[in-house]
């Protein structure tokens, strides 16, 4: 699996602004970097509030939670202005997450994020990350009332 500072190399200067931004923020551990690596008007499609506020608001949730994360990226692609990053990540479950007990646990959790880069920054962002996957790793079910239903 590509080092996150390996990606840079490829050439596509996209792909290397979502490389540092995941290097910096998410394995520096760094929710203040937020606010440099994204455009003033920012937009954030997985984080309440939908700016940089609720990406940094869930950086520092995440640590709280976890340690001696890595982000790894398996896969990047670019076209147009998008970068989709295919990461896996992997973290000791250390803190409170979403009620449950810090278990000890190692995770290794698939997630995706796609940003939009505009001037070499970050302008917006969407994510989907394997809850399922990671609670089942942390022996929690999760509730079955947060699933989707059809009506």
Do not use: K
């Amino acid at each position: 699996m590509p080092e996150l500072t390996d990606l840079p190399a490829h050439g596509d200067s996209r792909v290397a602004v979502a490389a540092r931004f995941m290097q910096v923020v998410w394995n520096g551990r760094d929710s203040r970097a937020v606010f440099d690596l994204v455009t003033e008007d920012y937009l954030d499609h997985a984080y309440v509030p939908s700016d940089a506020r609720g990406h940094a608001a869930m950086v520092d949730r995440f640590n709280a939670a976890f340690s001696e994360t890595r982000h790894e990226i398996a896969h990047a692609v670019a076209q147009l202005d998008l970068v989709i990053l295919r990461l896996c990540v992997h973290a000791r479950h250390t803190g409170v997450f979403r009620g449950i007990a810090p278990t000890g646990a190692l995770i290794n959790v698939a997630q995706y994020r796609t940003f939009r880069i505009r001037h070499d920054v970050v302008s917006e962002h969407w994510a989907l990350f394997d809850t399922m996957s990671l609670m089942q790793q942390l022996n929690a079910l999760p509730d079955p009332g947060l699933a989707c239903t059809r009506g």
